[in-house]
Each structure stands twice: as C-alpha cells, then as structure tokens.
C-alpha cells in the first residue's frame, strides 16, 4: 500500500509534518508497514516534499510514540511486534487504563457526549467490518477519558499504549476474521463493556469505571493469548 494517494494535493506549510506523521502512524498500526521496516528522512523528504528539519521532528515524533525505533549506525526502522514483550505490554496497558479511570474528571462537561459519538462510530465501524475504523474509534475512545483526566503525562503515556494497542488490535482482527462468530461475538463484547464504561462516567461512579477499565484490559490481553499460544506453543501469562 502506497504511503501516499497518487495525485492527492500536497498540503502545506506545518501541515506537511502532520500529513506525514499521520499517514506513517496509520501504516504502522494497519501493519502496512511491516515490522522492520526502514524509515528515514529521505523517504520522508521525497514522498512528502518536506525539508531535512521538518522530516527529522516526524520521525522524531514517531520515535516519542513508540511506533519506531532508531538503530545506532543503522537508521531508523519500524519497531517490531515482539512476543517477548508482551507482558511488559500488558503490564503498563492494565495500570495505564485504571489509572486513566482513577483520574478521570467527571466535571469534563462534554466528555459523556464526545464518548456516545464515538461509541456510534466504533458501531458502525464495527457493522461494515472495516477493521482499521474499528481500532481507531476504540483508541479515540479511550483516548478521550484520557484527555479528561487533565493529566498531559498520563495521556501521553495512554497515547503511546494505545498505540501499540492499535497494531495488535489489527493483527487480532485478522486472526478473528477467520471465525465470523468468533469475531462478532468479541466485537458484542468490546461495544457492551465500552457502553459500560460510558455508563460509569456519566453515573461519576469512579469504582466501577477502574474496574470496568481494568476488565475490558484484561480481555484484550486474553485474546493476543489465544492466539499468541497458538502459535507459539508456549504458555501467555493471563494475569499481570
């Protein structure tokens, strides 16, 4: 997949960053850009017409999310999918969304409006099956209760765990995909404990919004097990 669509005006100005940014970050998290991958400021500098300095503060900015990793005397690649870190992973992802819960600002006046806008998305991201939608509508979701714990380091940090939760929430989506049951009835049970969450906030009930996030936490990393067992052959640590 191309980073770029052809023929598609170039922004301009900041925007250029942004645009490069932003594309780069999607094809990392839908794995078009695959584990690996090179990333340096050439390729920047020719897709995206950007000059050295503005291609450096992209990568740079990927570099802050997670998303790539740069190799002294090597360049700059795409940081991997690693089974070995899995359960760092899901360590830090369990404390950073019961933290998010525990922070949370229930006096954030738009926050349950904002949520209910973005569980319909997810919905119908969900009913046409368009897995990239899927994983983005749930991380701005979540990011959303985030930005409404007023706490710029705990929604930097839920920023970059969501972002690694993005590329194996698409990684899981295709495993899934095989069993439409499967799937669907995962999909039911993500839409019904997000409405839960929702629930919770909008109810400033603090003690079942930690809870319902560290469950809805829990299952996630108890479907990356299923199929990280499968394939690995090894026992995955369900509990953090």
């Known amino acids: 997949m191309p980073l770029v669509a052809k023929g598609a005006p170039a922004p301009s ?12 970050r999607d094809r990392i998290l ?14 920047l500098m020719d897709r995206f017409r950007l000059s050295r300095t503005p291609a450096r503060e992209a990568l740079n900015r990927l570099v802050a999310e997670g998303l790539v990793a740069i190799q002294a005397k090597k360049g700059t690649f795409v940081r991997s999918l690693d089974v ?4 760092e992973f899901f360590d830090a992802y369990l404390v950073g969304e019961r933290l998010m819960g ?3 600002r ?11 806008t973005l569980e319909r998305a997810y919905k119908a991201a969900v009913k046409g099956r368009r897995y990239r939608d899927i994983t983005r509508r749930n991380a701005e979701l979540h990011l959303r209760v985030a930005r409404a714990t007023s706490n710029e380091y705990v929604r930097d940090f839920c920023g970059r765990l969501h972002n690694h939760a993005r590329r194996l929430s698409y990684f899981i989506y295709q495993m ?15 839409a019904r404990e997000n409405g839960q969450i929702i629930d919770a906030i909008a109810a400033r009930d603090r003690d ?3 809870a319902l996030l560290g469950r809805h936490a829990l299952r996630f990393q108890e479907r990356i097990a299923r199929f990280v067992s499968d ?10």
Do not use: N, W
Request: hydrophobic share 40%; with cysteine.
């Open 13 to 24: 100005g900041r925007s250029l960053t942004e645009a490069a940014v932003a594309t780069i």
């Open 30 to 43: 839908d794995l078009s850009l695959e584990s690996g991958s090179r990333i340096d400021e050439r390729l």
């Open 84 to 87: 070995g870190q899995m359960k």
């Open 102 to 104: 525990f922070y949370c």
């Open 106 to 116: 229930f006096d954030d006046r738009a926050l349950v409006g904002d949520l209910r």
């Open 176 to 190: 899934e995909s095989v069993d439409v049951s499967y799937c669907e009835l995962q999909q039911e049970h993500v």
């Open 208 to 210: 079942a919004l930690v």
């Open 231 to 240: 394939r690995r052959g090894a026992t995955f640590p369900l509990q953090p």
